[in-house]
């Protein structure tokens, strides 16, 4: 079967250093080395909205901040398509019918909403189309016939929703969608990169991100600030790396060639730290402070970062070219669909215009 590859965002804040690694990266991976025969990314505009119906302007501000960042990071339209969810009005189609195919009490124990509703506060006031994003999430995944989704692993409830509506939906109405898979980041570290406080997640909330965006200035105050292991307060005590952020950035985002350069000693070309073991063990061992590290990591970040700010720089040059991808993409997503609503609807059986049969049984029973 050729691979079809779909993923997305919602289009509410800039993109960092979580979802660099998060996803990001395994995009551009796939883009560049991917067996696949179509690949889409969307830009979940309308599901941003589920919860933010009272201030459409944030979504609407952020729709190109993320398309910057995708770019920038070395997303390829000509490889991949950007496409904007709400340009794609066949997708509300789908989630229609796909809605009959799930109950109440399954939305209600989506463990990623039930959180997300604690989260924000909703309780007792959810607003319906939030509580059902789940379903048109499903539709977004199988309007495009994907089988292959990259997300994080807080999107794996989504993509078991969305294979319980296919196959519900090819039972009730013969083989007709495809049941996409789950694909999470190869490396553990970057399944969920924590904020740079310590805690478990990068979140823009919570102001404890690195942003792609962030000027080096940014960047360097960010990671000088950053929680490392409390206990180790001077510089000869013991360190912990285990569960310090400092150290699974480094573990997320230096290669070998970091340490080569930066521990190279300029006078006599030693190499101080060859890898992420050696620093660790010394760190756990008490001698190695806090700073150095973190020094080190900056120029490691930095390193990441200079090359993609560099892009948004000239992409920022030209704003209206940018929507224009997205105008393209979005023109190319919504013909997929039609193709596919157009096969669910015959499916479904609601297709009286090609149903020349079905007319003509009616056409007997009234002049028998
Ligand atoms: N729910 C995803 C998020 O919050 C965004 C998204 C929308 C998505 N549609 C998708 C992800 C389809 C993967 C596939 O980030």
Redesign the pocket.
Same mark, same amino acid.
């Given at each position: 079967m050729k691979n079809i590859i779909?993923?997305?965002?919602?289009p509410t804040g800039r993109l960092h250093l979580g979802h660099l690694v998060g996803s990001l990266l395994q995009r551009v991976e796939y883009q560049n080395n991917g067996d696949f025969e179509e690949m889409y990314i969307?830009i979940?505009d309308a #599901?941003a909205t589920t919860d933010n119906a009272g201030n459409i302007q944030k979504v609407k501000e952020n729709v190109i901040e993320v398309a910057l960042d995708y770019l920038s990071c070395g997303i390829d339209p000509k490889k991949c398509t950007i496409f904007l969810?709400s340009e794609v009005p066949e997708l509300s189609d789908l989630t229609f019918y796909y809605m009959n195919l799930v109950t109440m009490a399954r939305l209600q124990r989506n463990p990623t909403v039930k959180q997300e509703i604690i989260y924000r506060g909703f309780e007792n006031t959810i607003p319906v189309g939030f509580m059902t994003?789940p379903i048109s999430?499903a539709a977004?995944?199988t309007g495009f016939d994907a089988n292959i $989704?990259p $997300?994080g692993d807080d #999107?794996l409830p989504?993509i078991e929703q969305t294979r319980e509506i296919v196959r519900t939906f090819n039972r009730l109405y013969g083989e007709t969608l495809v049941e996409p898979k789950a694909v999470l980041p190869k490396n553990e570290v970057c399944l969920r990169l924590p904020g740079t406080d310590g805690q478990a997640k990068m979140s823009k909330s919570i102001g404890n991100c690195i942003f792609l965006a962030d000027t080096s200035e940014e960047v360097k105050k960010k990671v000088m600030g950053m929680y490392t292991d409390p206990n180790h307060i001077k510089i000869e005590d013991p360190g912990v790396t285990e569960g310090n952020p400092v150290f699974i950035y480094l573990s997320a985002f230096s290669k070998e060639k970091h340490y080569l350069e930066y521990f190279k000693n300029k006078e006599t070309g030693e190499i101080e730290y060859h890898n992420l073991d050696e620093l660790k063990a010394h760190y756990e061992r008490g001698g190695l402070g806090d700073m150095k590290v973190k020094k080190f990591l900056y120029y490691v970040i930095e390193d990441v970062l200079t090359p993609i700010r560099e892009r948004r720089h000239e992409l920022e040059k030209d704003i209206p070219a940018v929507y224009q991808i997205l105008f393209d993409g979005s023109d190319k997503a919504r013909l997929k669909v039609q193709e596919t609503l157009k096969r669910v609807k015959k499916a479904i059986g609601l297709d009286y215009r090609n149903d020349k049969e079905f007319i003509n049984e009616i056409a007997k029973k009234y002049n028998n």
């Open positions: 779909l993923t997305g965002d919602r969307e979940a #599901q969810q994003y999430q977004d995944i $989704v $997300v #999107q989504m």
